[in-house]
């Protein structure tokens, strides 16, 4: 359970006055599982499912998608967003197991997640309700959530040391929040759980940034394991 996932479980139960059941896909994210069932059932949940989803998602979506060529604008790997229909089609078949009359996400009211999740969700189990909590409360900031958490006791990854939240699976692993808002940060260190940082090789050069303005062509040269370098010509 991140950021998000924590404190919407609590505030599903103070704002609706219901039952929670709660429900993880495992798709691989190893011992980040271990602790998932104590701490929702620690933080209110009545019961907690977690599905093993490993096989359905390599066989069924990430094959398919590497068969494909399926790159996001041409360049960015659908690493996270390809398992959301997976984790929906799960959680509906949670749902409708335990009797529930809705069906809630985590998912931002801006991005693009709460579209995968809600159209699964439609297509396969239109009868249940859905709870959007990010497009209902007040918590408009991941300061707000650590101190909802703080306030209820609640145990979460993200800290003010490191305010980001990390989304993994057996096949990526992606971060969001904190200084990575800023696109010219370099990731922390700590931040390489899946590989290792490029500087951690010891013939790996200094890097430099430039920047110019009109109709000016830039060269790429590589410099180092994973590094480049650019400049005008």
Not at 12 to 34: H, R
Not at 50 to 67: H, N, S
Not at 155 to 180: A, C, K, M, Q, W
């Amino acid at each position: 359970m991140g950021l998000d996932t924590s404190v919407i479980l609590r505030w599903l139960i103070e704002t609706y006055k219901c039952e929670v059941v709660a429900y993880c896909a495992d798709l691989g994210q190893g011992e980040e599982l271990i602790p998932i069932r104590e701490k929702a059932l620690r933080t209110g949940a009545s019961t907690v499912h977690i599905k093993d989803l490993r096989e359905e998602f390599v066989r069924d979506f990430i094959f398919p998608m590497l068969r494909a060529s399926a790159v996001y604008e041409g360049v960015y790997l659908m690493g996270t967003s390809i398992a959301r229909p997976l984790i929906a089609k799960a959680q509906v078949e949670v749902a409708r197991s335990g009797g529930a009359d809705a069906v809630s996400h985590g998912a931002t009211g801006k991005g693009n997640d709460q579209v995968r999740f809600e159209l699964t969700y439609a297509a396969l189990a239109p009868e249940l309700t859905v709870i959007a909590p990010w497009r209902e409360w007040d918590l408009s900031s991941r300061t707000a959530l650590m101190e909802f958490a703080r306030r209820h006791d609640i145990p979460v990854p993200v800290t003010t040391e490191r305010p980001y939240s990390t989304d993994r699976n057996l096949f990526h692993i992606s971060f969001e929040g904190g200084i990575l808002e800023d696109p010219w940060a370099e990731p922390p260190p700590k931040m390489f759980l899946l590989s290792n940082s490029p500087e951690s090789r010891r013939t790996c050069p200094s890097t430099s940034r430039s920047t110019s303005s009109g109709a000016t062509r830039w060269r790429w040269t590589a410099i180092g394991w994973g590094r480049w370098r650019f400049s005008s010509g």
